[in-house]
């Protein structure tokens, strides 16, 4: 067969198919109940790849939380070794030398700021408490105390 042949052949046959796809598209609706369906042909550009997969939802439960801000910080001093007084004003000199001790800026809610550190000296650490929805405190961040003056 000669070119002038084959591309007459390969022109009906495009013809063909696109009234195919015209009739899939469109379908029969004479009265009919049919449903229409679309048929999707195959296209020439590049095909996308399908959406990464998102990663597993995971809940973290909260850690534990304790009734008064004062339980979270001995609970948090707990952790590092140190044995926990209570409010410094509260603190005796006979019973409490060595013991931390913990005294709040004076902010009610939540969250709350409280300075800790040795009885009987400066503060070392602030720590920022805060009352989750179950009502229980825990703290949330610690960095050092600023210098005084400073």
């Not at 409490?96 to 009987?120: A, E, L, Q």
């Not at 000296?121 to 210098?147: F, M, N, Y």
């Amino acid at each position: 067969m000669s070119r002038r042949a084959w591309a007459v052949i390969g022109g009906a046959f495009a013809a063909i198919v696109i009234v195919v796809v015209i009739v899939l598209a469109t379908g029969d609706d004479k009265g009919s109940d049919k449903t229409t369906t679309s048929t999707t042909v195959p296209s020439t550009t590049a095909a996308t790849a399908p959406p990464a997969p998102s990663p597993p939802t995971t809940t973290t439960p909260l850690p534990e939380g304790f009734a008064t801000p004062e339980d979270a910080i001995a609970d948090y001093l707990q952790d590092k070794g140190y044995e926990y007084a209570g409010d410094c004003a509260g603190t005796d000199l006979d019973t409490d030398v060595g013991k931390w001790c913990s005294g709040s800026d004076g902010g009610m809610g939540s969250p709350r700021t409280y300075f800790i550190g040795p009885t009987f000296s400066e503060g070392a650490e602030q720590l920022t408490l805060t009352q989750g929805s179950d009502g229980k405190w825990r703290v949330t961040a610690s960095e050092p105390t600023p210098p005084v003056g400073g």
